[in-house]
């Protein structure tokens, strides 16, 4: 087989998803908002969420699936308002945050908070991987800028490598923000910024569920 035809392909793939990755979603928001509250391990955590939940959306348009979420309205339509129930939920409890309570024993920008690295990772996973905007990513990329030749290996290579760019992504994201220089910045007042972040992802979810 002669990989060298697929390298134009594959460059294509990556710029656009470099695109994709960097602009505000939500899952630039929740890695952001764990990443403040809860650290560096729980934002990580996130982020290798995000990154294997690519896996699912790959898996759908090699089989073929994905197709049918698109064509069947009802379906795509089912999917964005779970989508949308998910990030309002979340967005709701960050929004609720109480002011944190610093005392003696705690050095501004320390963990107060904590979270299980299975509920980070779930929260990570089902934040991807119900975003109706990443099925049609997906769908776009596989039906214009990959060839129908293409073998379903080299498409799973593609798959792959978007996975990993996107953990590896965020898990850069979440190691900036969760430095001590950044996490006392905004320490004092984190718990503002945590509902902040909490409105962005209710806004989100309204905008997944309006019409164009």
Not at 54 to 67: A, D, E, P
Not at 71 to 94: D, H, K, N, Q, R
Not at 115 to 120: F, L, R, T, V, Y
């Amino acid at each position: 087989m002669n990989y060298e035809q697929y390298w134009l392909e594959f460059l294509t793939i990556a710029s656009v998803h470099l695109l994709a990755v960097a602009s505000p979603g939500p899952d630039f928001a929740v890695v952001l908002k764990h990443s403040i509250k809860f650290g560096r391990r729980a934002a990580m955590m996130t982020s290798v969420g995000v990154g294997l939940a690519i896996l699912l959306h790959v898996s759908y348009s090699l089989l073929g699936i994905g197709i049918l979420i698109k064509t069947t309205p009802g379906l795509f339509e089912a999917i964005s308002y779970l989508a949308a129930a998910y990030l309002f939920y979340i967005g709701w409890g960050a929004i609720r945050s109480p002011a944190v309570k610093v005392d003696g024993h705690n050095e501004i920008g320390t963990e107060l908070v904590a979270i299980s690295d299975a509920k980070a990772f779930s929260i990570g996973f089902l934040t991807n991987g119900l975003n109706p905007k990443a099925t049609l990513f997906f769908l776009s990329v596989f039906a214009v800028v990959v060839s129908a030749d293409t073998p379903n290996e080299i498409k799973a290579m593609y798959g792959l490598y978007l996975a990993v760019a996107t953990g590896l992504w965020f898990c850069a994201l979440s190691y900036f923000l969760s430095t001590k220089k950044i996490r006392v910045f905004i320490s004092a007042k984190g718990y503002w910024f945590d509902r902040f972040m909490g409105l962005v992802l209710i806004l989100l979810a309204i905008k997944l569920v309006l019409p164009e």
